[in-house]
């Protein structure tokens, strides 16, 4: 294609995905009052589940604790010691799951577990005779990152598996009672005390180390936060027996902001957003976090250049097979493209030479680079509105606050982060006061925090 060619598709897309500070605040808007109806109500689509986590953390939680995740790769086992002052020490141990495992029957994926928890405990607390040393009772806190209906910390009824997870038999069961069942089988001498999602234990987590975090956000596989609301403000739980003047922390699952009906970002979404929607495995759900989120952002990239290649303005006299399978074009290549080094982008060359068989323009790889930044922008900029939404509803606008944020998004995304904080700017004005910061580990740390915290309010 020609340089001239290729600059009028730049413009084309730059009208398709930018965001001006208007329609951010506008969504910022609707997002507000969509908090508040999950509060209000059961069934709403961002469901904003009660977590019974109350209040925040000392920093002062001190203690031994053992920590389970159960996350989608890796079932990660965690011991984690709290000092105090906002200080702890993890020694931790990933134990793959196989494709087999989840699908195997419920009970058996939750012996599992407990089966890994028994290797870590001989592993670190065993003596050469073969006998444990282990304080009495420790309590273990299990991360369990599926949509859960929680009415007490300790107990989780899972609603659906997510993450292509399948085990049958364990919907609608009460896993915290699946996993004791286990861990009395497999004589594991633990008590598990809390029962948490990642975005919760974030939260508190980032908490205990810098306490004016307010808000945890996760940008990675899908998209999600976390923060602590007041007790009195979320009409929808039943206040018998709840400390009606202290707070809970609420998982907002807020990916599923604008679902089924595309109220609120009609005007945005684009036909590539269409397209990823109506071939995901879950047509209409999810849809903020289709624009957002790590599994999605390589594969609007690819359908761009898929559109382009059909117009006969990409890769001409090529085979263009490779590019053309559904989700090859992982997000991670997008950061590569974003923060190749060389005026003569070699790092894009060689991506689309070794991955695809195919050679590239110099024209085609600046157009690739500026369709990288046009889709990397997008999502940083409609990120900040979910962020934006909390600090408004909380009133943390005016005092400022710290937003814990997690996922390879955020992490590894070049210029991420400095593209969130304009579109909070763009928001709240040059002299915004909600910053982020790279979060500390949810589903060890603040999963132990959590245990511990319970086990001070019993
Ligand atoms: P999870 O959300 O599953 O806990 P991650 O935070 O690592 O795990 O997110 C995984 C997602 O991040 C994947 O969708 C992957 O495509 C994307 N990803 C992995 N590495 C990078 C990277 N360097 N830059 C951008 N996205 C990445």
New binding site residues.
């Given amino acids: 294609a020609s340089a001239e060619q290729l600059k009028e598709q730049y413009e084309h897309f730059k009208k398709l995905f930018e965001l001006t500070p208007e329609t951010l605040t506008r969504i910022t808007d609707r997002f507000v009052e969509t908090l508040e109806r999950g509060l209000k109500k059961e069934g709403e689509t961002v469901p904003m589940l009660p977590t019974y986590v109350f209040g925040w953390p000392t920093g002062d939680e001190k203690g031994s604790y053992l920590a389970l995740d159960l996350?989608?790769?890796n079932l990660r086992v965690c011991h984690v010691i709290l000092k105090g002052g906002g200080q702890f020490e993890v020694t931790q141990t990933k134990f793959r799951l196989t494709e087999e495992q989840k699908q195997i029957e419920g009970q058996e994926l939750f012996d599992f577990c407990a089966d890994c928890l028994n290797t870590f405990i001989s592993d670190h607390f065993g003596g050469p005779d073969g006998t444990v040393h282990l304080e009495e009772d420790i309590a273990l806190g299990f991360t369990f990152s599926y949509p859960m209906e929680q009415d007490k910390i300790d107990h989780g009824k899972l609603v659906r598996w997510t993450k292509g997870f399948g085990n049958p038999n364990t919907e609608g069961n009460d896993c915290a009672a699946m996993f004791r069942k286990s861990l009395e089988k497999y004589e594991v001498p633990i008590k598990m005390t809390s029962l948490i999602n990642?975005t919760t234990g974030t939260l508190i987590a980032s908490n205990y180390v810098r306490n004016k975090t307010k808000i945890a956000c996760?940008?990675?596989?899908?998209c999600n936060a976390a923060y602590m609301e007041h007790i009195s403000n979320i009409p929808k739980i039943d206040h018998h027996g709840l400390p009606g003047d202290r707070d809970m922390a609420i998982n907002c699952e807020y990916g599923a902001f604008d679902s089924f009906e595309h109220k609120h970002m009609a005007d945005i979404r684009t036909k590539y957003d269409e397209y990823i929607d109506l071939h995901s495995n879950k047509p209409h759900e999810q849809s903020y976090e289709k624009m957002i989120?790590?599994?999605y952002?390589?594969e609007i990239f690819r359908l761009v250049m898929c559109d382009l290649v059909d117009e006969g303005v990409l890769f001409l006299g090529q085979n263009t097979y490779k590019i053309e399978k559904p989700n090859v074009f992982?997000?991670?290549f997008?950061?590569?493209i974003e923060s190749d080094p060389t005026d003569e982008l070699l790092t894009v060359t060689g991506l689309f030479a070794h991955f695809f068989g195919l050679e590239t323009t110099m024209e085609e790889r600046k157009f690739f680079r500026q369709l990288a930044e046009l889709i990397g922008t997008r999502a940083a900029r409609l990120s900040s509105c979910g962020i934006a939404a909390i600090a408004r509803k909380m009133g943390y606008e005016k005092e400022g606050c710290e937003v814990g944020a997690?996922?390879?998004?955020y992490s590894?995304?070049p210029h991420f982060a400095d593209r969130l904080h304009e579109a909070l700017r763009d928001q709240f004005g040059k002299d915004c006061k909600i910053h982020s910061h790279q979060a500390e580990d949810g589903s060890g740390v603040g999963s132990a925090i959590i245990a511990c915290m319970t086990l001070l309010r019993r």
């Fill in positions: 996350g989608g790769t990642d996760i940008f990675g596989t899908g989120a790590g599994l952002l390589g992982d997000t991670a997008l950061s590569l997690d996922g390879s998004l590894k995304y």
